[in-house]
C-alpha cells in the first residue's frame, strides 16, 4: 500500500512538472504545429473558377465529361505516438539520466496532445522487449502512460529496427510519432522511409554533455551499458582528440541522416531543462550540440 502511494505522488509529480510548459508555449504551438496536417477526403464537387487545379480528380472528371475537384476537411482530432528507446544506453547521465529526460518530455508531449483532445499511444522498447500501449483519450489514459514510464527502467540492447517494424505492424492509422532515442544504434534507412511515408515523424536525440567531451581522467575501465563489456582506456592528447573526432563524425552522421530522410531532428541535453529543446523546435529554432 505504502509503494502504490508513492508511485501515485511520483505520477502525479511528473504530470505537475510537465504542466506549466504545456499551458504555455507547447499547448498552442503544439496546436498550430499538427493541426490542419491530418486531413481526409471529405467528398468532391464541380470544379469552379478559382479553384485549385491540383485537387481536380481526373478520374471522376473523365467520367463526368467535365472538371470535379476533391475536397478535404480537416480531422476533428489526431493520433500522437511515443516510440521510445528503452535501452540501457539510455541509463547514462551526470546530474540526470537521458532516460529520465526522455520520460519528462515524452510526458510533457503527451500532455500537449491530450490538452488537443488528440488519442495518445506509446511503444517502449529494445531489443529484448517491447511494451505497446495503443492510443486512447482522456487524463486516466495519460496517467496510466505516464505510470509506466516511471516503473520502466532502461535495459538490454538497443534496436530501433525491431522497435520500428513493431509499430508499423500494429499501427496503420495516420499519426504523429515521436522517435525518442540517443540514436547510438544503426539508423534503419527502410525502416525509416516506411514510417516517414505513413506518419509524420520526429526524431527526438537525447544526449549527455559528458559523452561529447571526455575529460583527462588518465587510465580507467570503461564499461558497454548495453552488453557488460569493459575496455580499459588511457586517455591521454592523442586519445581526446581521436574520440572528440569520432564523436563529431556520429553526430554528423544522425544530423545528415535525418536530414535526407526529411525528419525534423530534436537534439536534447541532459544539460538543460526538459522544455528548451521542445521550445526550439515548435519555435522552429535550430537546437544546439548533439
Do not use: C
Request: glycine share 6%.
Amino acid at each position: 500500500m505504502k509503494r502504490t502511494i508513492e508511485l501515485i505522488r511520483k505520477v502525479k509529480r511528473i504530470e505537475l512538472r510537465v504542466r506549466s510548459p504545456v499551458e504555455g508555449l507547447l499547448q498552442g504551438a503544439y496546436h498550430s504545429k499538427f493541426k490542419g496536417r491530418g486531413i481526409e477526403f471529405s467528398e468532391v464537387r464541380e470544379y469552379q473558377p478559382g479553384d485549385d487545379i491540383r485537387t481536380i480528380d481526373w478520374k471522376v472528371s473523365a467520367r463526368m465529361g467535365k472538371p470535379f475537384i476533391k475536397e478535404f476537411s480537416e480531422e476533428r482530432d489526431l493520433t500522437m505516438f511515443i516510440l521510445l528507446d528503452a535501452s540501457a544506453s539510455l541509463g547514462f547521465g551526470r546530474e540526470k539520466s537521458k532516460y529520465e529526460q526522455a520520460i519528462l518530455m515524452s510526458s510533457s508531449l503527451m500532455l500537449a496532445a491530450l490538452r488537443n483532445n488528440d488519442r495518445i499511444g506509446l511503444l517502449s522498447f529494445n531489443l529484448e522487449e517491447k511494451s505497446f500501449h495503443p492510443a486512447r483519450k482522456g487524463r486516466k489514459h495519460l496517467l496510466k502512460l505516464i505510470r509506466y514510464l516511471t516503473l520502466s527502467s532502461p535495459k538490454g540492447k538497443s534496436s530501433l529496427r525491431e522497435g520500428i517494424s513493431f509499430f508499423l505492424s500494429v499501427v496503420k492509422k495516420k499519426s504523429i510519432v515521436f522517435v525518442v532515442s540517443d540514436f547510438y544504434d544503426e539508423l534503419p534507412k527502410k525502416e525509416f522511409l516506411i514510417l516517414k511515408k505513413r506518419h509524420e515523424v520526429v526524431a527526438l536525440k537525447v544526449y549527455d554533455e559528458s559523452e561529447m567531451n571526455l575529460e583527462d581522467m588518465g587510465t580507467f575501465a570503461m564499461e558497454d551499458m548495453e552488453t557488460g563489456e569493459q575496455l580499459f582506456l588511457s586517455t591521454d592528447e592523442e586519445f581526446l582528440s581521436n574520440y572528440s573526432q569520432l564523436v563529431k563524425e556520429e553526430n554528423e552522421k544522425t544530423k545528415s541522416f535525418f536530414k535526407k530522410m526529411g525528419i525534423p531532428l530534436i537534439n536534447a541535453s541532459t544539460d538543460e531543462p526538459f522544455d528548451v529543446p521542445l521550445r526550439r523546435y515548435f519555435k522552429g529554432i535550430k537546437g544546439n550540440g548533439g
